[in-house]
């Protein structure tokens, strides 16, 4: 299982690697021009990367990842609703900024804990990895956070015009639902799970970057 936990990581950490220096040598070549470009040249990768990780909730369940169920559940549902439901279905959004951003963060985050997951499943620790690893997410995650909410609100009047989602049953039922409001519901969510997510990162950094913690890895 650990080699398949490996295989995983190293899958993950490539799939994002590639991501993450795309975008760099894409913007260092045509500048401010790329970042309306971003999900059109990426996105693919982005998706399939995105897929990939819900298998880390079915690695939890069945016992061979020991991290917290409900954290992660949270961080990947959010990623999936953003890409799949919001950005991938609405071409007008795809071309905004925010995307170019939240892919950015997104990226930035797993790049450094896949490699630092890799190393761990060798029983490779290197402190100034560990430290980033588990200090880096405390200010990106609550960032991304906002950019997801931006991504939402952005995306709301292309919703409202094209009625995607939204759902009219006919006669004699008078129930619909207007996906809009569900957005709007959903911000709620992202938020409120934002704060319980930001303590677990707490929790998770001071386990790992204790003290004691810190002096066994240098031993």
Known sequence: MNTYLFVYDLMQFCGHSWIFTNMIIRFMTFGRD?????????????????LLSVLEILHILIGIDKSRLLPRFLQITERIIVLF???NSQEE???????????FLWNLLDVVRYTYNMLARMG???????????SLCIPL????VLAKGFAICVSLPYFESFGTYSIKLPFPFTFSIY????????????FGGM?????NLFSERMAHLGTGNIKNKRS
Do not use: E
């Open 34 to 50: 790329s970042l309306a470009d971003t999900f059109h040249s990426i996105g693919l990768v982005m998706r399939l990367c995105q």
């Open 85 to 87: 439901v919001v950005i």
């Open 93 to 103: 959004v795809q071309g905004k900024y925010v995307v170019c951003v939240l892919f």
């Open 124 to 134: 490779i620790y290197y402190l100034p990895l560990t430290w980033l690893n588990f």
């Open 141 to 144: 995650y609550p960032l991304s």
């Open 179 to 190: 996906f809009p409001y569900v957005l709007k519901m959903y911000l709620l969510v992202l």
């Open 195 to 199: 704060c319980f997510i930001i303590q």
